[in-house]
């Protein structure tokens, strides 16, 4: 078993992108859950989990608690440790330095050397208190058709009951926090409405963007979804219908991925293309992408040339539809009827707020 620690605000959305790098992932306290097995590569690619440690067992959100847990679990390493110790949220108000002296002092006891700045291991002790926000019979399926387990506390308590957990770890992988150096204003080419790098790194890995796998973004805008696929080690392919557009978007592409050195993930960057083109006619053959990402146009700020926008997003879906079996659509409305028209089925939906103007709904099809 492992644990996940996760970031932002919403644990759904952030536990859901999990299922690209981990299984049978299940919430357990808000911002932490477990998963039955993680592949540490992609989880460093993850935006919205910040780690994922070898689980050492969990308890209630209490230092004494932790304590007897850790003296009493079995501990098959060697070598110098560490402690690092989260309060998440602040919703415990325990000390983290204190349950870091506590629980070094504990390894000490059993024979370990404490290295704080280069230490072989790392032991990861999440401390959380507060509401479970889904419901107990939540049935979604994560990227490969498997069901995502519904949240659960420690004691096994239902979703909407308040929990009290504290979950220790080994260290295994942290996701690489570098999105501030890609922020839209700071790239080559800008254009404002522009996706932000985290929400476009989670809805790559929503479509399972990976080494080996081709993305295609219809509607690519300044690239910034195929950018972020790309520094996952995915080849990624994209179409705009403005030649600006697909211009800019391949001044951005060029600039972060022809690169030799791996990317800030640790995988080879991925392969580029991007071409000006119509949403609702691509130049691909039936089945020849892996996944489909794209940020629909909300119609008050977007140009529209061709097409109504209704028509251009019933379009665009029937298109990719052919071309791959599974997307994610970013809008500020739901497509869901449309999707479904075209032969999608609705694998999950989600809700994030912007700003008081403005919410994307993310839906993943399948």
Known sequence: MHLLELGGRDDA???YEATSAATGVRRIAPGLAVANAVVPERARGLAYTHRASELVGRTDADLEAA???????????????????ADVRGSTGISTSEAER??????????FSVDLEEPDHVLRVAFSEGVLDVGADEEVTDGRGDLLEPAEGAGGESAG????????????????????????????????GSMDPMLARAVANL?????????????????????????????????????KMALGARENLAHYLE????????????SWAVGRGDATRLPLKDGAVDGVVFDAPYG??????????????????????????????????????????????????????????????VLVLE
Request: glycine share 10%; proline share 6%; with cysteine.
């Open 207 to 243: 479509a399972c963007a990976r080494p080996g796998r081709t993305l295609l973004d219809p509607m690519c805008g300044t690239g910034g979804v195929l950018v972020e696929a790309g520094l996952v080690g995915a080849d990624v392919v994209g179409t705009d219908a403005q030649e």
């Open 13 to 15: 959305f952030a536990a």
């Open 259 to 270: 690169r030799d050195d791996p990317s800030p993930t640790g995988v080879p960057r991925g």
């Open 67 to 85: 304590r007897t847990l850790l003296e009493a679990a079995p501990i098959d390493r060697e070598g110098s440790v560490a402690v690092r110790a």
């Open 300 to 361: 008050r700020q977007s140009k529209i040339e061709t097409h109504r926008l209704e028509d251009l997003v019933a379009g665009a879906l029937a298109e990719t539809r052919r071309v791959a079996d599974r997307a994610v659509v970013v809008a500020d409305r739901s497509w869901a009827a449309p999707a479904m028209e075209a032969g999608w089925e609705l694998e999950a939906t989600f809700e994030r707020r912007v700003h008081r103007s403005l919410t994307r709904y």
């Open 102 to 111: 506590t629980l070094g002092g504990v390894l000490v006891d059993r024979g």
């Open 161 to 192: 009951e308040r929990v009290s957990v504290c979950a220790l770890g080994w260290l295994e992988a942290e996701s690489v926090r570098d999105f501030g150096t890609r922020a839209p204003t700071d790239k080559p080419f800008f254009q404002p």
